[in-house]
């Protein structure tokens, strides 16, 4: 059956079964009809509406439990855009680029790019999703290296939120706070971090690996096993629990009431002033 016979959007197939001789019902291939229902314009696979084209630009998939290779053909050949139906490992998603949300029958994509009613995502597929991504993630921090960046201290103390690592991973962000965050630990030595950052005299490609082990242990620290974020002295990397938290009463440092001083839990002496966030 000709390309003009598949449309993405309810206008082009409104057209479509126009040029029919039935404006409610044509053929568009084997086993597969337009069918008006009402307002909308459904795509059906035999007895089937697999899509439902919504006056207002939503669109319903629907497998009818027959989730078979022509139904996701069939799918893949009328969904618009970058939308597609994929399997993995026996489970369908729907993707959208980076995105993807479980299939469920009566998901629906909205105009606006948003989808509801799809199948939440299990633990074990989060876990293998973030995996994927963390390993791929820590091996373009590696090859990023090294930052160009001269003021380490305002890095430390901050973290990012796992929302945040978790975007930036999907939108292959590499961000100073990582790199400073995975290699400022009691186990990494000083140099170690100078070199990513591009200050020490010996070549990045000696610590390229190491960083991406790191920088991988911290991901899958903060977002797989769920620990939050920990900060060090910056000049003894002592730390106790609880964490590091502002000296109280008002701020010493004349004129700076929009930084924070905190004082190491070890030393009295070790202390820092940071902007606040
Ligand atoms: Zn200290």
């Known amino acids: 059956m000709a390309d003009c016979m598949v449309s993405h959007n309810w206008f082009?197939?409104?057209?479509?079964?126009?040029?029919?001789?039935?404006?409610d019902r044509r053929k568009v291939g084997n086993n597969t009809y337009l069918v008006r229902r009402g307002e909308d314009i459904a795509v059906r696979l035999h007895y089937t509406d697999i899509l439902t084209f919504y006056r207002d630009g939503r669109i319903k998939i629907n497998s009818g439990g027959w989730q078979t290779v022509t139904t996701r053909d069939r799918w893949n050949q009328y969904l618009p855009g970058a939308w597609?139906?994929?399997?993995?490992?026996?489970?369908?998603?729907?993707?959208?680029?980076?995105?993807?949300?479980?299939?469920?029958?009566?998901?629906?994509?909205?105009p606006d790019g948003t989808v509801t009613d799809y199948a939440p995502e299990s633990d074990e597929e989060r876990n293998r999703r973030l995996r994927r991504l963390i390993n791929k993630h820590a091996r373009l921090v590696a090859d990023s290296l090294p930052l160009e960046r001269n003021d380490l201290w305002g890095l430390w103390h901050r973290s990012e939120d796992a929302e945040t690592l978790e975007r930036n991973m999907v939108e292959d962000r590499v961000t100073d706070t990582l790199v400073y965050c995975a290699l400022h630990i009691p186990q990494v030595g000083p140099?170690?971090?100078?070199?990513?950052?591009?200050?020490?005299?010996?070549?990045?490609?000696?610590?390229?690996?190491?960083?991406?082990?790191?920088?991988?242990?911290?991901?899958?620290?903060?977002?797989?096993?769920?620990?939050?974020?920990?900060?060090?002295?910056?000049?003894?990397?002592?730390?106790?629990?609880?964490?590091w938290t502002p000296m109280d009463g008002p701020n010493p440092i004349e004129g700076h009431d929009d930084r924070v001083v905190y004082t190491c839990p070890k030393f009295a002496t070790h202390w820092e002033v940071v902007p606040k966030s």
């Open 12 to 23: 082009g197939l409104d057209t479509i079964l126009h040029g029919g001789r039935s404006k």
């Open 84 to 110: 597609n139906i994929q399997g993995d490992r026996g489970t369908y998603y729907l993707y959208n680029g980076e995105k993807r949300w479980g299939y469920r029958d009566g998901m629906i994509i909205h």
């Open 191 to 243: 140099m170690v971090l100078s070199a990513a950052f591009g200050q020490a005299a010996y070549p990045v490609e000696v610590i390229r690996e190491f960083v991406r082990r790191k920088v991988r242990s911290y991901l899958i620290d903060r977002l797989i096993t769920g620990r939050p974020p920990v900060v060090y002295c910056p000049t003894c990397l002592h730390t106790t629990p609880p964490r």
